[in-house]
Nanobody
């Protein structure tokens, strides 16, 4: 059974930093794209950033220059370094990974709350 386990959320003041981690476990052939999405109250889930197995990255305009996504393929783990956090970054952050079993499937983590407030 494949699982994505997230960690690193919490409460931080505006201008602060947090680092999210998401580790994939279970039996599978490989992991394609990994990424982070977020959902604020009353809003739709949106892409924050993703990264391919080769290291190509993609960011939402709202986080460019502040957030950095990276991954450790040996550990099946993706990270999101979030700097210069703003109150509008407050949301539940979800890890996503496209994992090849017989064929590629999307998997989601359970979500981790990030709250930016003074």
């Amino acid at each position: 059974q494949v699982q994505l386990v997230e960690s690193g959320g919490g409460l931080v003041q505006p201008g602060g930093s947090l680092r999210l981690s998401c580790a994939a476990s279970g039996t599978f052939f490989n992991i394609n794209t990994m990424g982070w999405y977020r959902q604020a109250p009353g809003k739709e889930r949106e892409l924050v950033a993703n990264i391919t197995s080769g290291g190509s990255t993609n960011y939402a305009d709202s986080v460019k220059g502040r957030f950095t996504i990276s991954r450790d393929n040996a550990k099946n783990t993706v990270y999101l370094q979030m700097n210069s956090l703003k109150p509008e970054d407050t949301a539940v952050y979800y890890c996503n990974a496209v994992i090849r079993l017989i064929r590629p499937y999307p998997f989601w983590g359970q979500g981790t709350q990030v709250t930016v407030s003074s």
